[in-house]
């Protein structure tokens, strides 16, 4: 197994998450989901910080508080 990070394109997270390319640039532009590099003008989000990302986000219900299983 390889140490090296493997790395999502913005297009490859949109399709994970079913969302569009631009709506990533918008949450980049507002400071808002996982964290990101730019490699020059690409832009690469590191798989293991969008899994992070994808658990700090988990909601149990609409009422529940972030972060609470209760």
Known sequence: MSNEPTYLTTEELADRWNVTANM???MRHRG?????RKFSRL??????????YED???R????????SAA
């Open 24 to 26: 990533l640039a918008a």
């Open 60 to 67: 149990y219900s609409t009422i529940t508080p972030k972060g």
């Open 43 to 52: 832009v690469r989000y590191d798989l293991e910080d969008v899994m992070s």
């Open 32 to 36: 808002e989901g996982p964290p990101y």
């Open 56 to 58: 700090e986000v988990k």
